[in-house]
């Protein structure tokens, strides 16, 4: 004799062998992982800290040593010690191309026949400078940074 075992009318469980047809409610969803979400800072408040000031302070009277711009997303190390220099110059300083005749276009003391902010057209005027004599050279305001830079060649 052979004995048949009975079979499930429905896959409601496979785990389950009292589970036949529809009296086992149906399997429970899978659980989804939870993250934990990260709090995110305003503009104003992830700027202040940035820069190291409380929200509600005033902000520093910081200035790059070199173009003398205010307004920077970063504050770069340079020749005179860490954030002195803004986020254009430092990045020229560190590649070793920071040179007297370069400033940012926003910089407040870019002046177009003397300054460019393409390291190409800057190579250029370096050029012109040293084959003629009678090329003016950019003047030092008094600042330290363009006298140490000019040493530095």
Request: overall charge positive; some cysteine; hydrophobic content about 25%.
């Amino acid at each position: 004799d052979v004995v048949l075992a009975p079979h499930p009318l429905s896959a409601a469980s496979d785990s389950d062998p009292e589970c036949f047809g529809e009296s086992c409610p149906p399997p429970p969803p899978p659980k989804k992982k939870k993250r934990k979400k990260k709090k995110k800072k305003s503009k104003k408040k992830a700027a202040a800290a940035a820069e190291g000031d409380e929200p509600g302070s005033p902000p520093p009277s910081r200035k790059c040593t070199h173009c003398d711009i205010q307004k920077t997303p970063q504050w770069r190390a340079g020749p005179m010690g860490p954030k002195t220099l803004c986020n254009a110059c430092g990045v020229r300083y560190r590649s070793g191309r920071l040179f007297p005749e370069y400033r940012p276009a926003g910089s407040p003391t870019f002046v177009p026949s003397l300054h460019s902010n393409s390291h190409k057209k800057v190579v250029e005027m370096r050029n012109k400078a040293n084959h003629s004599a009678a090329a003016p050279r950019a003047s030092s305001d008094g600042c330290d940074l363009l006298g140490y830079i000019r040493r530095k060649e």
